[in-house]
T-cell receptor, first 111, second 116 residues
């Protein structure tokens, strides 16, 4: 069965610094997608970034980038130049035959 | 990005009443919509998958007679919590999948339900 693991329940970062959130997954499927979603205090789930498993190139979206290691089944999110508005719960998600969420990482940004 | 609306944003009701929550994809057609429940400080728990024109697929442990789902059009799915009780109080979130966008789910803003 597919699972998504986020081993860091809480993380903090100084404003303007860089932070990396970890995510690992388990799957026997060869074709799938990976996502990072952000859930701020408003609780609106916002898509941050997505990665197709068949693409070797790591996805980037402005200050957000991923380190996708397919063989290791690892999909970490790097946030550069952290801003106060980045404070939120971050969920890693897997989409193959089914969709799975990780347990989330709560990110605090320190001014 | 695709926009999903959800209405109402929050509702308070008496025990025993039924509550309907609407989920709409505003700028794309969604053949598949999903309903989640989220408890405080926890991840999203999938309740059911709603397919346009067919019966919803419920996750194990979710009572289909309790949580009625209708997906009558490509842009609208509804969740009705029937005979709501205090234990049904929660945050309910819908999402819609745009099949043309790499299996991405776009989420509504959620509905807070409080049953007194």
């Amino acid at each position: 069965a597919q699972t998504v693991t986020q081993s860091q329940p809480e993380m903090s970062v100084q404003e303007a610094e860089t932070v990396t959130l970890s995510c690992t997954y388990d799957t026997s499927e060869s074709d799938y997608y990976l996502f990072w979603y952000k859930q701020p205090p408003s609780r609106q789930m916002i898509l941050v970034i997505r990665q197709e498993a068949y693409k070797q190139q790591n996805a980037t979206e402005n200050r957000f980038s991923v380190n996708f290691q397919k063989a290791a089944k690892s999909f970490s999110l790097k946030i550069s130049d952290s801003q106060l508005g980045d404070a939120a719960m971050y969920f890693c998600a897997y989409s193959g035959n089914q969709f799975y969420f990780g347990t989330g990482t709560s990110l605090t940004v320190i001014p | 990005g695709a926009v999903v609306s959800q209405h109402p944003s929050w509702v308070i009701c008496k025990s025993g009443t039924s509550v309907k929550i609407e989920c709409r994809s505003l700028d794309f057609q969604a053949t598949t919509m999903f309903w989640y429940r989220q408890f405080p400080k926890q991840s999203l728990m999938l309740m059911a998958t709603s397919n346009e024109g067919s019966k919803a697929t419920y996750e194990q442990g979710v009572e289909k007679d309790k949580f009625l789902i209708n997906h009558a059009s490509l842009t609208l799915s509804t969740l009705t919590v029937t005979s709501a009780h205090p234990e049904d109080s929660s945050f309910y979130i819908c999402s819609a999948r745009d099949g043309g966008e790499q299996e991405t789910q776009y989420f509504g803003p959620g509905t807070r339900l409080l049953v007194l």
